[in-house]
């Protein structure tokens, strides 16, 4: 028999042993106590505010807007200016292999592959025949939006000038040829129509009120930048009334979304889908953008486009003056209260203003009773007059101001303000040069007996600061003719005796005619 002593360990053994087994299983089943559970936690979530989208702008404007592309008789194709420069890991872009996706993506949306040119070339050439236009290649790429049912779409002139072929790409792929009904170089805008034989209706937009937009409204711009296709971007207008210097009558809307080269003729829409500006420049130090865009405003865009659509150009009023905008020295010098109004430098001879009397050194003040601004607003306005329309124009002149009954002409294409002739400095040899000591010039007489001419310019003094330079001539001050420094002494001692603290001075040189006010010395 065995003893029961021997039996003893073993038997412990196999409780303990089992006792553990069980305690595991016992885990395993119901799970790790809480007290002793490994504890993680919680992952972020943050409850974002809710945010407006432009998702039902986009969607409901976007088969509007469509990519213009246009063909020329030139050798060397390029898209609205732009071409591209890659560099991928130290290698350059024709280094790629053909297989590449970035080569393909590229070559696919007008990269630097050559093939692409010839493609679109044959294109053209197939879609509308002929030995001509077989020669024709894509010379620019901008975009457009409709804005009829038939087929009227709106675009920059920039983008379809020098233009022989002209093709719409929408926003599903579909292209049709187009042809141009009419363009305006003075406002950039451009209408094209496409030749919508199927007769099919195209959606289309319309123009915004835009005298309810307001700086800090949301704008959304849909076009064809870099040729890449439909794109969209947003962003704010930033400033109303910008003057770019691009025409008499610039008056954009700045827009800081991004816009970049290709978007030219592309819309920038409100929030209810209407057409608020038409973008048509950049201000681009890197040749991309910078956030500063400048829109052609809906206001402009809708008469001239309705003209151009009706009757294929645009009608203007003309008055036939060059004009300058008067400054706080020059309404200082003739007396006027106020820094504003046009002041006239030149009426072109034979013109309506010249016929009805208007006279150099005259400032308008108003029209029809609505008060002048300044030059720019002179132009606008009249510009939007019916031509054979009778006006009164308040003309301020001698120190009081004078209505002038104007019949405003037409405005021909070639019309533009005469600059005088180029003006040589004259031989100081055999003159009599002349320092008129409290302006800070010399003069002498002009070789032809009209006005004097600037012999010299002290660099500190007033005349300088006012950009009076050595070869300008002086015709006149304070609207009286001079033809020596004595007559220039004499009607400033005139005007210190009035009590007027400026004399108006008409300066020609090479760049044309003008006024600057420079100040009279007291005592």
Do not use: C
């Amino acid at each position: 028999m065995f003893k029961q002593n021997s039996l003893r360990p073993s038997f412990k053994t196999v409780l303990k042993t089992s006792t553990v087994a069980g305690l595991a299983a016992a885990m395993l089943a119901t799970g790790i106590p809480a007290q002793i559970a490994q504890s993680f936690a919680e992952p972020v979530k943050v409850t974002a505010p809710q945010v407006a989208s432009f998702g039902d702008v986009v969607d409901a404007v976007s088969p509007a807007v469509v990519s213009v592309r246009v063909a020329s008789d030139v050798k060397q194709a390029e898209q609205d200016g732009n071409s591209f420069t890659f560099n991928f890991g130290g290698r350059g872009f024709d280094e790629l292999p053909d297989d590449h996706p970035l080569k393909r993506f590229f070559r696919e949306f007008g990269g630097q592959d050559n093939s692409r040119g010839d493609r679109n070339q044959r294109q053209f050439g197939d879609r509308n025949g002929g030995s001509r236009k077989g020669h024709l290649r894509p010379t620019s790429q901008g975009s457009g939006f409709f804005v009829t049912e038939d087929g009227y779409l709106v675009t920059n002139n920039h983008v379809v000038d020098n233009g022989a072929a002209f093709t719409v790409i929408m926003n599903d792929g579909t292209e049709l040829d187009a042809k141009l009904v009419g363009k305006d170089s003075r406002t950039d805008l451009a209408v094209l129509k496409v030749d919508n034989k199927d007769n099919r209706k195209f959606t289309y937009v319309t123009f915004a009120d835009d005298s309810k937009a307001r700086v800090g409204d949301w704008v959304v711009a849909v076009g064809n930048p870099f040729g890449l296709g439909g794109t969209v971007t947003a962003g704010i207008i930033s400033a109303r009334g910008r003057n770019i210097g691009s025409g008499p009558y610039d008056d954009y809307l700045q827009i800081d979304a991004p816009v970049n080269r290709g978007n030219s003729g592309g819309p920038a829409f409100n929030l209810n889908g209407e057409v608020v500006g038409i973008n048509t420049a950049i201000f681009s130090p890197s040749g991309g953008s910078v956030g500063i865009a400048f829109a052609i405003p809906a206001y402009v865009a809708k008469d001239v486009v309705n003209d151009l659509i009706k009757t294929g150009k645009v009608e203007r009023g003309w008055l036939g003056v060059q004009i300058q905008p008067v400054t706080k020295d020059i309404a200082d010098s003739l007396g006027l209260a106020e820094a504003q109004g046009a002041l006239v430098v030149e009426p072109q001879p034979g013109s309506p203003g010249e016929k009805a009397g208007i006279k150099k050194g005259d400032v308008v003040t108003a029209l029809d009773g609505d008060t002048i601004k300044d030059a720019r607003d002179l132009a606008k306005r009249v510009a939007a007059i019916k031509p054979g329309t009778d006006v009164e124009l308040s003309v301020w002149r001698n120190g009081k101001s004078e209505p002038v009954k104007v019949q405003i002409g037409k405005l021909e294409a070639d019309k533009q303000a005469s600059a005088p002739e180029s003006q040589a400095v004259p031989d100081e040899q055999g003159t009599s040069e002349q320092e008129l000591a409290d302006l800070g010039i010399s003069v002498v007489p002009a070789d032809d007996g009209n006005g004097v001419m600037v012999a010299a310019v002290a660099p500190d003094s007033d005349a300088a600061d006012r950009g009076l330079k050595e070869g300008d001539r002086i015709t006149s001050v304070n609207n009286q003719e001079v033809k020596s420094a004595d007559d220039i002494t004499k009607v400033m001692d005139q005007a210190r005796k009035d009590g007027r603290s400026k004399a108006l001075f008409q300066v020609e040189n090479n760049d044309g005619s003008r006024f600057l006010a420079l100040p009279i010395a007291q005592g």
